[in-house]
Structure formats: C-alpha cells, structure tokens
T-cell receptor
Framework: DAGVIQSPRHEVTEMGQEVTLRCKPI?????LFWYRQTMMRGLELLIY????????DSGMPEDRFSAKMPNASFSTLKIQPSEPRDSAVYFC??????????FGDGTRLSIL | GQQLNQSPQSMFIQEGEDVSMNCTSS?????WLWYKQEPGEGPVLLIA?????ELTSNGRLTAQFGITRKDSFLNISASIPSDVGIYFC????????????FGTGTRLKVLA
C-alpha cells in the first residue's frame, strides 16, 4: 500500500522566493497534519485538517505560512516569502480520525 | 497545556546491550504510541498501547502502558546497529481535538 507521499524531497531556494510543499495522504485517511522538525525545536505541529477542513492552525509560525486541502487526496503548505529561518524538514502525516498518524518521508527545505 | 517528557535525551550503547527509555505526561492518557525515526526518513509507528498496564511486543521491542496512565516505557533487547534513530512517544491531545502530542525524542546510537 502506498504511504503518505511528499514532494519534493529536497528544496533549496533563495530567501524571498515562494515555496510550495505537497502531500498526498493515505487513501481513506480523513485527517492530515503538517509538522516542522528542527534540531532546536524538535517536531512541531503546524496545522491539521479533518475532512479537508482546517481544525487548528495555531502552530503556523507567521502569516507567511499557509496551508490548503482542496480535496481528500492533496494538501499544500506554502511559504511566501521564505526566510533562512524557515529551513527545516517538513513532514506531512495522515490518519483516520483519532487513530495513530502515518508520516511521509519529509521535505528537507533549505533557504539561502 | 499537555507536555510529554522523554528520557534520556540521548543514549550511546554497545551492540548487544538492552535499552530502556521512558515518557511521562502531565496528564492522563488513554493511548500511548511509540515511533522510530531513522535518518532521512519520517517517524514510523512501532507500537500502540490502549490500556493501562498493557505490555506489547514488536520483535525485540517491548512497550508498556504505565498503571498511572501518565507514563510509558520502551525497551529494546539485544540492540543492533540498525536500532539507531530517534524514538518518540506520543499521546492524544486534549479531548475534542484530533491531534497527538509528541515527546522530545530519545536519540539512540549503537556502537558496533
């Protein structure tokens, strides 16, 4: 079975550019989560959706960050404009409501 | 808010040794999850616990749901080099939310 699929796996871009991270959850899962992982702050929950509706975006660091889930099989996390401190590994995870989450392999983002 | 404290933060052990780590919560949980994250990958679910006192094994890994429901333990027997990674515990967020709270992780390094 296909797991959570994230793209790209690696992204290197210059400060000020727009960055779009993509996620395809596991088919049949109705909850989707975006996390950011850094050495300093560990694994942080940014935002999560249930049945395509954003439930809690209190973890989104700034207005430069936005996330959408236009349908049950696709979500994006966008950073505009990007800054060097946004450099991190971004994970997407999905689950059936309240069940354990399954993670993708992440997008390693470097902002120069 | 809810917090999960994992200890130790990191461990360096010799191949063949047994490993013990634990996770404590500031509040009662009805579910405990243990994940492993290998370098360059996303966290992978190892064991899920749903009942106080429950003891569950997955190969050389054994996890226990503490009787107080505020802690959980993970043991690895006869460690091997591929056990290296970060081990996370997780528990459900506040009632009515769909999220899980993740611990800060225990970094395990196995010396051959």
């Amino acid at each position: 079975d296909a797991g959570v699929i994230q793209s790209p796996r690696h992204e290197v871009t210059e400060m000020g550019q727009e960055v779009t991270l993509r996620c395809k959850p596991i088919s049949g899962h109705n909850s989707l989560f975006w996390y950011r992982q850094t050495m300093m702050r560990g694994l942080e929950l940014l935002i999560y959706f249930n049945n395509n509706v954003p439930i809690d975006d209190s973890g989104m660091p700034e207005d430069r960050f936005s996330a959408k889930m236009p349908n049950a099989s696709f979500s994006t996390l966008k950073i505009q404009p990007s800054e060097p401190r946004d450099s991190a590994v971004y994970f997407c995870a999905s689950s059936i409501t309240n069940q354990p989450q399954h993670f993708g392999d992440g997008t390693r983002l470097s902002i120069l | 808010g809810q917090q999960l404290n994992q200890s130790p933060q990191s461990m360096f052990i010799q191949e063949g040794e047994d490993v013990s780590m634990n996770c404590t919560s500031s509040s009662i949980f009805n579910t405990w999850l243990w994940y492993k994250q290998e370098p360059g990958e996303g966290p992978v679910l190892l064991i899920a616990l749903y009942k106080a006192g429950e003891l569950t094994s997955n190969g050389r890994l054994t996890a226990q749901f503490g009787i107080t429901r505020k802690d959980s333990f993970l043991n690895i027997s006869a460690s091997i080099p591929s056990d290296v990674g970060i081990y996370f515990c997780a528990g459900p967020g506040p009632s009515g939310t769909y999220k899980y709270i993740f611990g800060t992780g225990t970094r395990l390094k196995v010396l051959a």
